[in-house]
């Protein structure tokens, strides 16, 4: 499922992609995030080709009118989608699980049903 999604004022082209665990952001596209190095650099496999990762970023987005943020790896080449159009973003599944993202494929749609008001990180149980 692509769509474009706002970050810092700008459209990024995102691929939202269940099949990936991460969250990964163009280099060219870093303009307005915070990027940080990391301290240990590592690989990762993506479109057939094995990445060098060395950076990381914190994504504040908007999703269809959503905020939603969260860690991303930078990453110099993500690749094209079926129109040849360059996929800025790709969107993974950790991400889209904590903020409730589904992919329709049957609509070609995105389901923000499941999107949280608010985060409850703990209940304090009383009495016995």
């Not at 057939?48 to 930078?74: Q, Y």
């Not at 800025?88 to 494929?105: D, H, R, S, T």
Request: proline letters at 5%; glycine letters at 10%.
């Amino acid at each position: 499922m692509r769509r474009p999604i706002q970050v810092d004022g700008r459209q990024l082209w995102t691929l939202f992609d269940t099949g990936a665990r991460n969250t990964y952001v163009l280099a060219s596209a870093l303009s307005g995030l915070t990027v940080v190095p990391l301290k240990v650099p590592r690989k990762a496999s993506l479109g057939g080709k094995v990445h060098a990762i060395d950076r990381a970023c914190f994504l504040e987005a908007v999703v269809e009118g959503k905020p939603v943020e969260g860690d991303a790896v930078v990453i110099d080449e993500i690749g094209l989608d079926e129109e040849g159009r360059a996929i800025e973003v790709l969107f993974g599944a950790l991400l889209m699980q904590k903020w409730g993202i589904k992919v329709c494929p049957e609509t070609e749609s995105l389901d923000l049903t499941h999107y949280p008001k608010e985060f409850v990180e703990f209940m304090e149980l009383r009495g016995g």
